[in-house]
């Protein structure tokens, strides 16, 4: 097997009954493979989301000429590059650890046998890491200066 068609789905995926274990160098490419995929991603999404959103609001201003925008239009390449990198790094981590240690390793060990439970207990972990995920966003573009902090 080699890598990244021979890597595990997260770094910490359990090897299943007659699969071959996987290499170092395969659980090291698992968060760089997922790193590469989530960067692509969020660069593409972004794009496509600030660009809507920067011709609604001038739509919007050509509309109403006494319309003004609480913000100013984004960075186009600057926000795409940075959620990019966004997603790449602490959305890549935390699936990570999400997907290897707490579900697999933690709920559906601790809960083997209980679909349905580890079906709940997975649904109520990964929506609160979608939850902690908008946090750490907020706080990373205020980090780069791209948001101002409310007053």
Known sequence: MSCPAGCPDNAFQKVQPGMPTFTLLQRLGAPLRNGIKLAAVGFSASMVSVCITNALIALRQAVDRGFVPLN??????????AYGAYMASSSNIRYQVLAGVVEERGI?????????LCALLSFIVRTGNTFLGSLLWVDFVR???MQKAGS
Do not use: P, R
């Open 143 to 145: 980090l780069l200066g």
């Open 72 to 81: 100013q239009s984004q960075d186009l390449l600057a926000t795409s590059m």
């Open 108 to 116: 559906e060990t601790i809960f083997k046998g209980n679909y349905q």
